[in-house]
């Protein structure tokens, strides 16, 4: 057998794209859980339990806390979506404008996940983390959700780490580098995820 | 320096790609797949290094990373690594390596004449010698022990955008250890029913002993290609696992570029997780101590035996072997089948099957004998024959002794899981002993001897842990059966007589040393160790390890199975700090939070503070001094300043539960709170110190913002979520984490109301919006919070903007400004006015003080229950004697604080520290905080503060810390 070359794990290029969006936090009120659930069904948005991210009219709905779900939705007016969401929940929930908090990135391509092996502690193998999975983890040191899509990985991160992690992204993907793409939005992610 | 010894092809080896390399500034060439070792013994050169202690010459003893001896600096444009192996360092183009621990050259080391007073250097000798003076310990002796110590030097040279390591992590179902027959079987067996493997070896190809065998090529070709194309089965080479840590998780280390390279991955650390592991580690050739045993040209049978077949390396002309077992006996006749004869074969066993052999190939074996003496300083160049009774037999010449003193299974990794090492007297070894949870030992790494036996074992263990798993393992194509009959090794560790003999190599430790060691109360295996540095270092002692307890044993008066063997700890073998680091260094080391207008700030000129992971304006201005501070301070002072404060904590609080929740957490009242208005409140911990401090804001009847501290966000945050769910299960309470999504801008300033009424929707007058009133607004068309709350003693606002909108509204304040002067500040402007102020921050919300020390004792709610209630009524904590905040200022105007400054008494005893100082805006002079032993009594004395540190002292006056406006005029305006 020959020796194998020291070959670099390095993946083949990753696309990496930003998303703008809505991020609303929905959380029942105490005793509230099923009624929210209930309510949620009516209006045609199926909240997933923890570990999940599942496709909305609207957008994404990402579960990685008991009794929490970040909805996302295509950008609007600052605010707005969680009005809505407020409004419309009131007796059982409460909604809280995150859009700002947190910064969505998209990450696309067949190295995507090898990357992420770099900083994630993740079973990242398709089989194990398939599209429909979401989880809060850590990479790079700060605090990332997780989600796949069909045909990537949805990384929520806080709006203040959010430069630090790209900036570990792009090392990390060397030798072959990022591949910045334009903006993608909620739709692209939705349309994608759990099919 | 012997003939050139490159006789054969070898299998790792390519005759057509020349490499050209330098050892010790001279210019040598090797070939493509060599390891400096092999290279170099291809050139005749058997001196690589001096040792330790005695600066004895040393060459080659091995062929892997037991290595003891062979260790040389490197040189590279990253500088010049230690202690690198020779044995398992790649060969590259331009490879400059020099020789450790001598001077001037390796071959004329003065510092060799440590060897001629080996005698009154034994084991221990510093800890006897260097008693006295005492006063010596630090100035002379240490200095000088410490300058002795070690064998390579490090240079580094890493550059600021060096990333030498990286770190991988992994998942599989199983992950074997070690690709030698018995590795490669269960692999294959294990990715065969779908398991996903990991299969891991130190070396760069697969194989293991199997690549010593040519009649195992084929099976070895095979079941590498088949492990290849398994999508289930990844393969690390040139990866050794490091460290075990029980529950699946594993560490190895990878080597990935050569080191010349300067730039690029040179680690990579796989950290590893598995529901099984099976260790197929194989087992390590032993050592025999006897007298001259590390003479260059003195090497292990079966080192010989790779460097002949990997690179086609004869380590000399007229080797003499020496062995108890039959299996180092295949070294002799590969050599033999290579040309080179043995000029004696010395077995200490009466007979043998594998000495039969030899004598039907013509070789003479001198049976039931020992080698008792290696003769040669720089060289081997004959050794003594004795009979097993100690009678002198023969003298041989040869120039290099192959020696096999048994085999002994790795042990390291199933050790670190809590493997029990049991004693084999089959074996003459101790033999790991795990329980199947924990992991599955397979081939020679338990025992087994033999490649096909290995194989066999193997397979048994892939499905012992296929079927742990839920599958069956498939039939698959049988190994060769190319073991022999094999006759049971006889022991042997050490060949009494004079001269000395090394257990370690490495650090130089003799049979002698041990015995020493033993007479000295040093008699337990691990004392021992400490005590001589047996089994220390880079080689941990793997080939001599066993030796030395073997001595031990018999200076002991019991058997080796009493005395034990050295307990491995991770790592198995030398990490580099750079591979534990991985990418997390230089500006990673860290993150970093950058504010939503980090770059607005950067382009207009700001100097960075790090403030935990946060990057804050510190100032803006790149020139030092306290100018710039005191023109952003005076511009609040006089006119308007804004300044960001996006780095303090908020907690959206929501629920028909949250006023008595915040009562609770809260020291003073919030229940009484009215919507649209804030108030201060401050938070104890349970032991009922002071916690942290900031505002708190009812914008709705169950809705609350709460701030806390830059420096507390994270720890109030969790101290409200544990509370939330333990404490108060009950209420119906919503917490979340919004720091990041509010931007917020502090505008303060006799103008800021004239400022904010210019991009705000909202009536901001007084009347309207009085002190402490919060409410929505749009500011610059942007839905905002407003909040009258003031950090630095003026009439002072807080806007909050989604972090998104920052910027809009931040460069519609700047814009709207320009005629009232607006000039933004950064934090040292915010401490100057704060400190004038009285306001704490961290420097004082030390976690030492109490609400009483600070002032806030008033505060305390006196009725209903509340978080560290009871713990602050302490009497200790009330006392008057305790540190308490004050203000300070020096009596000569012209005079300055520091930060740190003791308060001193007439006595020269320390009462208090200045725990903040500025030189002030409106007053001559500086101003400072303190704590001081009952300061709040002490207003209006005098003291000395003094820094040891600077040298510095001055006479100070102590104040009210509201040394500004302290009837609250300015805030209220």
Redesign the interface.
Known sequence: MSAPESAPLAPPAVQLAHCAADIVQLSPRRGAHAELQRFASGHALALPPCGRVARATAGLVLAVRPERWLLLAPAAEAGASAAYWQELTRPCALAVDLSGAFTLLYLAGAGARALLTRGCRLDLDPQQFAPGCAAATVIAQVPVTLAAVAHGLLLVTPASTARHLQEWLSISARPSGLDRRADVTVHTLSGDATR | MSGAARIAAGI?TDPARPVGFRFDGRAFAGLA?DTLASALLANGQRLIARSFKYHRPRGIVTAGPEEPSALVDVLTASGREPNQLATTLPLCEGLCAVSQNRWPSLHYDLLAFNDRLARFLPAGFYYKTFMWPARAWERLYEPLIRRAAGLGKLVPRIGAAA?PA??????ADVLVVGAGAAGLTAANLLGRCGL?VLLADQD????GGTLLDEGWTAW??QT??ALAASPSVR?L??STVVGAYGHGVFGAL????APTSSS??RE?LH?I?VRRVLFATGAEERLIALAGNDVPGVMLAGAAHSYLRRYGVAVGCRPAFFVNNDEAYAALFALAAAGISPVAVIDVRAESLAAARARALGMRVYARCLVSAVLGRSSVRAVRITALDGAPLQTVRADSLLLSGGFSPRAALPVQLGGHLGWQERLAAFVPELTPRAGVMAGSARGVAGLAAAARDGAVAAAQIARELGRECEPHAAPPETDLAATPLAALWEVPGPGRAFVDLQNDVTTADVRLACREGYAHLEHMKRYTTHGMATDQGRIGGLLGSAVLAQARGQTLAEVGALRPRPFAQPVPFAALAG??VG??F???????L?DWHAAHGASFVSTG??LRPLVYAQEGGWEPVLREARAVRQGVGVTDVSTLGKI?V????AVRFLDVVYANTFSTLAVGRARYGIMLREDGMLFDDGTTARLAAEHFLVTTTTANAAAVLEHLEFHRQSTCAQ????L????????QFAIAGPRARELLARIVDADVANAAFPFMAAGAVRAAG??ARLFRISFSGELAFELAV?????RTVWEALQSAGRTLGLLPYGLDALNTLRIEKGHVTGAELNGNTSAHDLGFGRMLKPQGDFIGRTLSARPALQSGERLQLVGVRPLDRARRLRNGMHLLASSGASEGYVTSSTPSTELPGWLGLALLSGGRARIGTRLTARSELHGEEVAVEILSPHMLDPENVRVRA
Not at chain 2, 731 to 734: Q, S
Not at chain 2, 736 to 743: E, G, I, L, R
Request: charged share 25%.
């Open positions: 790792l797949g990333a990286e770190t991988v992590h992994h998942h996903r760069a190809v697969l194989g070895r070709q590498g290609d393969i080479t040139r990878e080597t990935l570029a690029g991955l990579r950290v997780r990418s997390e500006a990673h860290k993150p970093q939070r950058r504010l939503p980090h992971l946060w959206d929501q629920g028909a539960d209420l119906d309470v919503t979340t984490d919004v720091a990041d999504q509010w931007a942007v839905a989604p972090a998104h909108c920052a």
